[in-house]
Structure formats: structure tokens, C-alpha cells
């Protein structure tokens, strides 16, 4: 297995993180077709726009599957702020520590560009991530309820002060 940082264009890289995403949502939160248009939309444009001196797409290979990715993208108008976005696992290698490596990985990143900040999004019951976020220094400031997405959901803001 390699963890490897998003240079040019990887055939099949986008679809996947997708495919990840929409599973795993799908089967635990029953999130439908609209999230995965809006996750398509959102990662097309990120990838259009990529700037390897801005941000980062770390994902891992393992032989030529590809079972996980997390993003850092620099805040807009706050060039020391990130935020981690689009973290997932395919579900056959959860457990095997490829997940925290990828996180020490983003996060290495966030520390060489200097960041004074790192945030994230994300669901409260995601607790395999909710551990690997707290064991790299993310603490929780915020909880709220989300029924975006046709179920009732409660949002949780992590930030890592560095």
C-alpha cells in the first residue's frame, strides 16, 4: 500500500472517491442521488482548479485499487487555513491503519504550509473518523442539526489550532 499526493490526472481517481462516498453514505444514512451530484460537482470543480501549491488530494493504492482519500483545500481569502474535506475509506481496509496514515499525511501537509488552522465537517456517529480526527489534535466546537439530506443528521465542526 502507498499513499500518494495528486500531481495530474489518475484515471478512475475521481469516480472512485465517489463510488466510496455514495456507498458508504448510502448505507448508513441512506444519502440518495442529490449527494452524490452535489460530492460530483463539488470534487469536478476542486479538480479543475487544482493547485498542487495550495492543496492537497492524498489517496492509497493498494496494488491498482484505490481505498482512500482525503483532501486539504485551502480556505478561500485565508491562504493559513484548510479544510479536510472528502476523507473516506473503501470498507474492505478499514481497521488496517491506512485511514490514520492518510490523516498524518494531510496533516503533515497542513504543517508545512503553515496553516494556523484546520477544519472539518462531518456527522456525529462517525466514530472510527471521530477517533482518528481527536488523535490528531481536532477538537470538537460545534454541533448542529442537518436534515439536508432528508434525515435527520447532526453536524459536528472540528478544528486543529496549529
Known amino acids: 500500500m502507498e499513499i500518494i499526493a495528486y500531481k495530474e490526472y489518475v484515471p478512475g481517481l475521481m469516480s472512485?472517491?465517489?463510488?466510496?462516498?455514495a456507498k458508504y453514505y448510502h448505507r448508513f444514512y441512506n444519502f440518495g442521488l442529490g449527494y452524490e451530484i452535489k460530492l460530483?460537482?463539488?470534487l469536478a470543480d476542486f479538480l479543475q482548479n487544482y493547485k498542487p501549491e495550495k492543496d492537497?488530494?492524498?489517496y492509497a493504492q493498494s496494488e491498482q485499487e484505490i481505498i482512500g482519500s482525503i483532501t486539504i483545500r485551502t480556505v478561500k481569502d485565508k491562504p493559513d487555513e484548510g479544510q479536510l474535506i472528502?476523507?473516506?475509506m473503501d470498507e474492505d481496509y478499514i481497521g488496517y491503519g491506512v485511514g490514520g496514515k492518510l490523516i498524518q499525511k494531510a496533516?503533515?501537509?497542513?504543517s508545512g504550509r503553515n496553516f494556523k488552522k484546520v477544519f472539518?465537517?462531518?456527522?456525529?456517529g462517525l466514530n472510527l473518523a471521530e477517533n482518528l480526527y481527536l488523535k490528531n489534535g481536532f477538537k470538537l466546537g460545534l454541533e448542529k442539526?442537518?436534515?439536508?439530506?432528508g434525515t435527520l443528521l447532526i453536524e459536528q465542526y472540528y478544528?486543529?489550532?496549529l
Do not use: G
Open 16 to 21: 472512485r472517491i465517489i463510488e466510496m462516498q
Open 40 to 42: 460530483a460537482n463539488e
Open 56 to 58: 492537497v488530494l492524498l
Open 86 to 88: 472528502w476523507y473516506i
Open 107 to 110: 496533516m503533515d501537509y497542513c
Open 120 to 124: 472539518l465537517w462531518t456527522f456525529k
Open 145 to 149: 442539526e442537518n436534515h439536508e439530506w
Open 159 to 161: 478544528e486543529n489550532l
